[in-house]
């Protein structure tokens, strides 16, 4: 049983949740890793070090999947966690019509309710833990819709809603809940996507997991509700001085 900080990520595998696993393990953390890529999980594990983490192959669409993980999490941590990082996620983009509905309620499954079944598995060690921390990966999309991200887009504007809601009913417990809104980042899943949205090419991918995960570290130890990373911070900005102009500057930067 470790005496360490612990915190469990999602998706962790790749992208985010790998750089953020790494970063964190780098600050003497202990890392639960889980992910249903279990080929990407383990080579994690052999660069972090058996002694500073736990992974297993789980699925955040399936409920037992996810309990069953926060038990091996919480075995090796004393029954504490003080973070729950929600960076499990999918994208399909390219215009609505051709993206099956298979697909789309693939996204609201993973994105979404897959985010929800993980809190409510995470909610009695989180509670038990002084200082806890819920952060979840929304997006920049998450300001205003993003025209061939529709699906993908609602989910994180959820994710947006969710945390507000979060932040204000868990205090009493005293979890603090945010949530991270970066524009596209260096992943596979958008630069390896069989299909691109415009604003991909309009916008470019200049955020790096790297900086994502500096930014969850900072969301793990300072109280602000939504952590925007990169150009995503100006663009949030804009929007809040002149709400007036979000349609058009969004309809610009995605191509129509």
């Known amino acids: 049983m470790t005496s360490k900080k612990g915190i469990f990520i999602t998706g962790a595998a790749s992208g985010i949740g ?42 955040v ?18 029954g504490q966690m003080d973070v729950l990082f929600n960076s499990a996620g999918i994208l399909r983009m390219g215009a ?7 697909d789309q309620m693939l996204i609201v499954d993973v994105n979404l309710k897959g985010m929800l079944s993980c809190i409510n598995a995470a909610f009695e060690s989180l509670k038990n833990t002084k200082g806890a921390r819920i952060i979840s990966m929304s997006s920049a999309s998450a300001v205003y819709g ?28 005293d979890i603090y809940v945010s949530d991270i809104m970066p ?21 470019g991918v200049n955020i790096t997991p790297d900086q994502v995960a500096e930014t969850v570290w900072k969301a793990a130890h300072q109280k602000k509700i939504h952590w925007g990373v990169g150009g995503s911070k100006l663009a949030s900005f804009l929007f809040l001085v002149m709400p007036f102009a979000k349609r058009a500057f969004i309809k610009s930067s995605a191509g129509f």
Not at 35 to 57: H, P, R, V, Y
Not at 61 to 75: L, M, P, Q, W, Y
Not at 96 to 102: F, G, K, L, R
């Open 96 to 102: 609505y019509e051709t993206i099956s509905i298979d």
């Open 18 to 59: 790998r750089g953020t696993a790494l970063f964190f393990a780098k600050q003497g953390w202990f890392v639960g890793m889980f992910d249903i890529n279990d080929e990407g999980l383990l080579s994690l594990k052999a660069e972090i070090g058996d002694e500073n983490c736990c992974m297993q192959q789980m699925d």
């Open 183 to 203: 524009g596209y980042v260096n992943t596979p899943m958008v630069v390896d996507a069989d299909v691109k949205a415009k604003s991909v090419e309009k916008l």
């Open 146 to 173: 993003i025209p061939e991200l529709a699906v993908y887009s609602s989910t994180k504007h959820a994710v947006r809603g969710l945390t507000e809601a979060l932040n204000i009913e868990f205090e009493k417990y």
């Open 61 to 78: 669409c399936n409920f037992e999947s996810i309990k069953n993980a926060v038990e091996t999490f919480t075995d090796m941590s004393g």
